[in-house]
């Protein structure tokens, strides 16, 4: 059997304070593996493709990251000067516009706690020429939601009792009790995906995809590094930060 690997030691005494990469939710981090492995399988993914550590972002620890490398999930705190960040960033973009690509699959966040689902959902989704997903919930979802808005699909993933079944059974794997939805998270799980040829920042906390401009297949790895290291640079103070990489496992 596949031997599914998750989270990074990007901070080695980040892990003993045990956050998940999946929902966010406090797990400890023995679960963290079967959580993931039992995630994907539950949505239909090859097995073929998981997630791997990513122990840094300078380019001897991104050589060690199997490729090809399809995506990057990045952990980050949610702080008073990311969220003016947010915010700011939100006005430039509105106000002198950007290229986005059709074909970017992006879907808003309404359901609390699930930030790690909606951007393995962001990793899947655009990486469907490259990632082979056999029936499930997951392939049943993105067939419904190929058509509609980012709030549309939003509101169908409210609605998919699949999807929210395999969100919630994983959950249980990693505690005794599966936090309430209201309960206030200060972390928070993003995408970082290739599509045609620009490198696209996918978090269902905001209103549209990022494009942080060109890459390749080649330069993804190295270039969505570049990327997560501003969001470590901006609040340089914190350890909170975590990230894995969506790779093939031969």
């Known amino acids: 059997m596949l031997h599914y690997q998750i989270i990074l030691k ?14 966010c939710y406090v797990f400890t ?41 399809r995506a990057l999930l990045l952990l980050f705190p949610i702080t008073e000067k990311y969220e003016k960040f947010r915010e700011e960033e939100d006005d430039i973009i509105k106000k002198n516009g950007q290229e986005v690509s059709p074909d970017v699959y992006f879907t ?11 951007g393995i959902i962001h990793s899947i989704a655009n990486n469907l020429d490259h990632i082979s997903l056999g029936e499930g919930f997951l392939k049943n979802f993105l067939s419904l939601t190929k058509s509609m808005s980012p709030e549309e699909r939003a509101k169908a993933l409210e609605d998919d009792e699949g999807i929210s079944s395999a969100h919630e059974e994983s959950a249980k794997e990693g505690q005794t009790e599966t936090p309430s939805l209201d309960t206030k998270v200060d972390l928070h799980f993003i995408a970082f995906v290739h599509k045609d040829g620009s490198l696209y920042e996918l978090d269902g906390r905001k209103n549209f995809p990022i494009n942080h401009g060109k ?3 080649g330069t993804f790895l190295q270039d969505a590094a570049v990327a997560c290291q501003k969001f470590m640079e901006r609040d340089s103070s914190s350890v909170h930060f975590n990230i894995v990489a969506l790779s093939k496992s031969d």
Do not use: E, R
């Open 29 to 69: 981090k023995h679960h963290i593996s079967s959580i993931f492995f039992q995630f994907l399988q539950t949505l239909g993914v090859d097995t073929n493709w998981q997630f791997f550590d990513v122990f840094g972002v300078d380019p001897d620890l991104l050589a060690i990251v199997p490729t090809p490398c």
């Open 215 to 217: 890459t390749s297949d």
């Open 108 to 118: 808003k966040q309404t359901v609390g706690n699930a930030c790690g689902t909606v």
């Open 10 to 23: 990007l901070y080695p005494d980040y892990l003993s304070q045990s956050k998940t990469l999946y929902v």
